[in-house]
């Protein structure tokens, strides 16, 4: 039976420019193509969640300006519970300011804005009721998301949390976690392995594991990610693309093991789901415009 789930995290406007190359420090490059589009690290995960047919609630908080109403209406088009995504009275919605390559790669630098602004206090008992499964990223202030970690053990949700944007992390932050999914500079930040190994990734896990984390997962990029898990640990691939935009593709992973995990899949075939949602989404432009529908999943399954 699908379970609620329940996303608190970041919402941002996302200002897209194509270029080559990178420029250097000081350096002045033409670009190409220029896209504005929703984004934000939570936000993203809930879009690409829900597109997949998740029951998500998300919890954020806005700035009382056009790109956080946008933002709201982009939510209610997507069937995404946002009766506790709040306004800050006083900062503005985030933005992030993204480069990309001619390879798919990118840069970004986000001015977090409103989504510093979301405390406890914002987050009324009511969010957390009947959710199954609740995810969590780092784009919101770190206190909050340890108060939410704390919540979800007492009221035995299993919790997610995507390390990212990478930073250090006390136990307070690990012990009864259900899952972690950080990707590999995020990996080494935490645990001071560099996963350049399958031995690297499994020293990882172990580190995780002794912090009170019950299962891991290191996204790999291209490579797929490594799965540590009582029923199955080691490589999964990702599906071969041909990438355009990296961008939220790990927001993407990330929804879709969300999705799947309330879908009842155990955590090796959610995570084979997420790798093709993930992989799709590399193939477009933009963060949550990248999320693909179930029905692309399909097909893409048929035509793999």
Same mark, same amino acid.
């Given at each position: &039976?699908?379970?609620?789930?329940?996303?608190?995290?970041?919402?941002?406007?996302? &200002?897209? #420019?194509?270029?080559?190359?990178?420029?250097?420090?000081?350096?002045t490059v033409l670009g190409g193509t220029f896209l504005m589009n929703p984004g934000g690290k939570g936000a993203?995960?809930? #879009?690409?969640a829900a597109r997949l047919g998740a029951d998500v609630r998300f919890v954020a908080k806005t700035g009382n300006d056009i790109f956080g109403k946008q933002a709201r209406e982009g939510f209610a088009k997507e069937g995404i519970d946002i009766r506790f995504v709040s306004e800050s009275p006083d900062l503005a919605s985030g933005v992030a300011l993204i480069t990309v390559n001619?390879?798919?790669?990118?840069?970004?630098?986000?001015?977090?804005?409103?989504? &510093?602004?979301? =405390?406890p206090a914002d987050i009324p008992d009511e969010a957390f009721k009947q959710a199954g499964l609740a995810l969590f990223q780092l784009e919101i202030p770190a206190q909050t998301v340890q108060w939410a970690l704390a919540k979800c053990a007492r009221q035995q949700v299993r919790a997610i949390l995507n390390p990212a944007p990478a930073m250090r992390l006390g136990p307070e932050f690990l012990r009864d976690l259900y899952l972690i999914t950080p990707n590999e500079t995020e990996t080494e930040l935490?645990?001071?392995? %560099?996963?350049?190994?399958?031995? %690297?990734l499994q020293k990882a896990a172990q580190y995780f594991f002794a912090q009170g #984390?019950?299962?891991v997962i290191v996204t790999l990029g291209s490579k797929g990610i490594y799965l540590a898990s009582e029923n199955f640990t080691g490589i999964i691939p990702a599906p071969v693309v041909e990438a355009v935009d990296s961008t939220a593709a790990g927001d993407v992973f990330n929804g879709a093991l969300l999705k799947?995990?309330?879908?009842?899949?155990?955590?090796?075939?959610?995570? =084979?789901? %997420?790798?093709?949602?993930?992989?799709?989404?590399?193939?477009? &432009?933009g963060a949550q415009s990248s999320a693909p529908y179930q029905h692309e999943l399909d097909s893409f399954q048929e035509h793999a």
């Amino acid at each position: &039976m699908k379970q609620k789930v329940l996303i608190i995290g970041s919402s941002n406007t996302d &200002m897209v #420019v194509k270029t080559e190359l990178f420029p250097k420090p000081g350096e002045t490059v033409l670009g190409g193509t220029f896209l504005m589009n929703p984004g934000g690290k939570g936000a993203n995960q809930a #879009v690409a969640a829900a597109r997949l047919g998740a029951d998500v609630r998300f919890v954020a908080k806005t700035g009382n300006d056009i790109f956080g109403k946008q933002a709201r209406e982009g939510f209610a088009k997507e069937g995404i519970d946002i009766r506790f995504v709040s306004e800050s009275p006083d900062l503005a919605s985030g933005v992030a300011l993204i480069t990309v390559n001619a390879q798919g790669q990118n840069e970004i630098v986000v001015a977090s804005g409103a989504n &510093m602004d979301l =405390h406890p206090a914002d987050i009324p008992d009511e969010a957390f009721k009947q959710a199954g499964l609740a995810l969590f990223q780092l784009e919101i202030p770190a206190q909050t998301v340890q108060w939410a970690l704390a919540k979800c053990a007492r009221q035995q949700v299993r919790a997610i949390l995507n390390p990212a944007p990478a930073m250090r992390l006390g136990p307070e932050f690990l012990r009864d976690l259900y899952l972690i999914t950080p990707n590999e500079t995020e990996t080494e930040l935490m645990t001071g392995i %560099a996963v350049v190994s399958e031995e %690297a990734l499994q020293k990882a896990a172990q580190y995780f594991f002794a912090q009170g #984390v019950q299962n891991v997962i290191v996204t790999l990029g291209s490579k797929g990610i490594y799965l540590a898990s009582e029923n199955f640990t080691g490589i999964i691939p990702a599906p071969v693309v041909e990438a355009v935009d990296s961008t939220a593709a790990g927001d993407v992973f990330n929804g879709a093991l969300l999705k799947a995990l309330a879908d009842g899949e155990t955590l090796e075939r959610a995570s =084979h789901f %997420a790798c093709r949602a993930a992989a799709i989404s590399v193939t477009r &432009m933009g963060a949550q415009s990248s999320a693909p529908y179930q029905h692309e999943l399909d097909s893409f399954q048929e035509h793999a």
